[in-house]
T-cell receptor, first 115, second 117 residues
Framework: ETGVTQTPRHLVMGMTNKKSLKCEQH?????MYWYKQSAKKPLELMFV???????ENNSVPSRFSPECPNSSHLFLHLHTLQPEDSALYLC??????????????FGPGTRLTVT | AQSVTQPDIHITVSEGASLELRCNYS??????LFWYVQSPGQGLQLLLK??????LVQGIKGFEAEFKRSQSSFNLRKPSVHWSDAAEYFC???????????????FGKGTKLSVKP
């Protein structure tokens, strides 16, 4: 595997279900990100992990719970979601060194549908 | 505050015609600038980036972009568009890490490109 991979690619879940999205980066990067992309909205940054520590949480509802067990893996745990949470969830990684954001490499995304 | 504006929501060009997608940014210092492309249902792919130096940057797939500090712009260009270029294009600026939070990319809302045969 190369680059950034995400599983599953598609997920349909009911509002009472619990599921997890997985992201793995094979680039040796030290920062990972979760984004939400809805049909009518720009990319929304949800969570940032730098050196495995969460450094930003952009006021994301608690029904989304991130986990970063090591610098290569990132999870997004989902529970009791709402229909408006249906979106494309993108994972990205980057190598942060100079205190300024460098290029991020994105996975293919997970298309989530909440019924 | 840092921001990125892509004034065109949707552009249609004929195959073989030239293309220019506009991007304006607001940033207090010399920015890091990026262009990404996204095909339907896919992730974002980096086309090119500008950090410093030559203001005309070459990228993949025949794209280039020019940084113009006086106009706060970083427009994307391609001399001859192919049908496979139909996608959504995002401009982004790299925010400065202020010591309290991670330096992140700030994305524009995107420009959807359609290509007529």
């Amino acid at each position: 595997e190369t680059g950034v991979t995400q599983t599953p690619r598609h997920l349909v879940m009911g509002m009472t279900n619990k599921k997890s999205l997985k992201c793995e980066q094979h680039l040796g990067h030290n920062a990972m990100y979760w984004y939400k992309q809805s049909a009518k909205k720009p990319l929304e940054l949800m969570f940032v992990y730098n050196f495995k520590e969460q450094t930003e949480n952009n006021s994301v509802p608690s029904r989304f719970s991130p986990e970063c067990p090591n610098s290569s893996h990132l999870f997004l745990h989902l529970h009791t979601l709402q229909p408006e949470d249906s979106a494309l969830y993108l994972c990205a990684s980057s190598q942060e060194t100079s205190g300024r954001a460098s290029e991020q490499y994105f996975g293919p995304g997970t298309r989530l549908t909440v019924t | 505050a840092q921001s990125v504006t892509q004034p065109d929501i949707h552009i249609t060009v004929s195959e073989g015609a030239s293309l220019e997608l506009r991007c304006n940014y607001s940033y207090g210092a010399t920015p890091y600038l990026f262009w990404y492309v996204q095909s339907p249902g896919q992730g974002l792919q980096l086309l090119l980036k500008y950090f410093s130096g030559d203001t005309l940057v070459q990228g993949i797939k025949g794209f280039e972009a020019e940084f113009k500090r006086s106009q706060s712009s970083f427009n994307l260009r391609k001399p001859s568009v192919h049908w496979s270029d139909a996608a959504e294009y995002f401009c982004a600026v790299g925010a400065l890490w202020d010591g309290g939070s991670q330096g992140n990319l700030i994305f524009g809302k995107g420009t959807k490109l359609s290509v007529k045969p």
